[in-house]
């Protein structure tokens, strides 16, 4: 009986680690990768569905300077600088309709840089 | 939260109709601190500043067929105001942003040259995202000088923050402790005026009328008794408190924008023919010794 200890804690280790491997699967197979364009003055798209309380990742780049993304109301913010691509990951915790902006000035017509983000069941 | 309303409930007396515009009466901003009647040479200390706002001039569009003269026309009703002011004060967006380096100082030189004509000296200035965004001020510097800086006007202390030059609309950590060392040799009932171009505080983020760092300029300004906020952007007149601190916003010279939050786009209001340059307008700001800040609004509309 002196060695059914560090079998037991094998095994619950290799379960523990089957479950993490599992949920870690599954995570990635259900986040949604949406891909947005930002140039002067739009975003494209400009309006993003998710699904409630589903893992989003979204991925920017830039055609042409930097730009912002700010949604006050889901407390989202990033700067997408030219050449690089940025990810601002979330899950969405409620439904509606965010409205986000570029945050960062980038010229005459940056006021209508806009978008939003909708979050559907 | 509806800051309109709240505003106007509790921050604004209507006290009457002025010479062309409204006159209200601003709680808080005592120039001694206290409320004691006005001795002579507390009224000899009594002064009257201009605030001009958002100009943007170099625009063109439908929201203001008559950009090219909107400018000029102000020039010459403020030249005949009744009341001159001791100095005028411009917060922010003296020019149309343009990716143009060349056309962006050929803008400011045409502008400097049009308010050269304002009878009162000196004249005060501070950028707008429109001036310095694109070019972290470099422009704006050659034309108009400093881009944060202070003076003094009779007991009161003037100082202006720069909430543009950086792009995302932050202050940044080197103004900030431009700001705490500027104000350090003031005792804590001193009378203090901050003039910006951006709401410090957020007023409506969702369309980007916030300061980024503004949280950290209003916690210094928390520790005067006696601080009011002057700034520009929005194209509207609003006003608002935190804390003790109030924040009076100006009309613009160029097009009125729609209220916060009040439709889906921060999109300029329509031009009405019938009632050209409605909305438009600037401030008169009558500063006095133990009775607070009296603001006028004055329209260039028809009246």
């Known amino acids: 009986m002196a060695a059914s200890g560090p079998r037991c804690l094998i095994a619950l280790l290799l379960i523990s680690f089957s479950a993490f491997a599992a949920n870690e699967a599954s995570s990635a197979a259900a986040e949604q990768v949406i891909k947005i364009s930002a140039k002067r003055f739009e975003y494209s798209p400009s309006v993003i569905t998710v699904k409630l309380n589903t893992p989003v990742v979204l991925e920017f780049t830039s055609l042409d300077r930097t730009h912002g993304f700010a949604v006050p109301d889901l407390k989202l913010e990033a700067e997408i600088k030219a050449g690089e691509t940025t990810r601002v990951r979330f899950v969405p915790g409620k439904l509606g309709t965010f409205e986000f902006h570029c945050n960062i000035f980038c010229g005459s017509g940056h006021e209508e840089m806009s978008g939003q983000i909708v979050v559907t069941n | 939260m509806d800051f309109n309303s709240h505003n106007r409930r509790e921050f604004l007396q209507l006290l009457g109709t002025g010479v062309g515009g409204v006159v209200f009466a601003s709680g808080l901003g ?6 004691t009647p006005r001795s002579k040479s507390q009224a000899a200390d009594d002064f009257y500043f201009v605030q001009l706002s958002d100009t943007h001039w170099g625009f063109k569009g439908p929201p203001n067929p ?22 005028i004060v411009f917060t922010g967006d003296l020019t149309h942003t343009t990716d143009d380096a060349d056309l962006r100082r050929k803008r400011m030189a045409e502008f400097k040259q049009i308010v050269d004509g304002l009878k009162v000296k000196p004249v005060h200035f501070m950028a707008g995202e429109h001036d310095a965004s694109l ?26 923050i720069d909430n543009v030059s950086d792009p ?18 003031l005792d804590t009932q001193q009378p203090i005026v901050v003039l910006t171009h951006r709401p410090l505080f957020g007023l409506y983020p969702q369309w980007d009328w916030t300061t980024k760092d503004g949280d950290a300029a209003i916690a210094v300004l928390q520790n005067y008794q006696n601080v009011t906020v002057f ?7 609003h006003h608002f408190k935190t804390g003790q601190i109030e924040h009076h916003s100006a009309k613009s010279l160029i097009f009125p924008l729609p209220a916060p939050g009040s439709q889906p786009k921060r999109a300029p209001v329509p031009w009405d023919p019938a ?18 800040y009296q603001l006028a609004e004055f329209s260039i509309g028809k009246v």
Request: aromatic share 10%.
């Open chain 2, 30 to 35: 005592q120039l001694s601190g206290c409320a």
């Open chain 2, 66 to 87: 008559e950009a090219d003269v909107t400018l000029k026309n102000t020039v010459e009703r403020v030249n005949g105001l009744e009341r001159q002011p001791d100095f």
């Open chain 2, 135 to 160: 070019d972290a001020g470099k422009a704006y510097q050659e034309f108009f000088g400093e881009l944060h800086y202070s003076f003094d006007h009779k007991g009161v202390h003037f100082v202006v």
């Open chain 2, 168 to 185: 995302s609309a932050s202050i940044g950590e080197a103004q900030l402790g431009w700001l705490r060392s500027d104000l350090s040799k």
């Open chain 2, 231 to 237: 700034y520009g952007h929005i194209h509207q007149e």
């Open chain 2, 275 to 292: 009632n050209p340059n409605k909305g438009l307008g600037f401030r008169g700001i009558d500063a006095q010794a133990g009775r607070g």
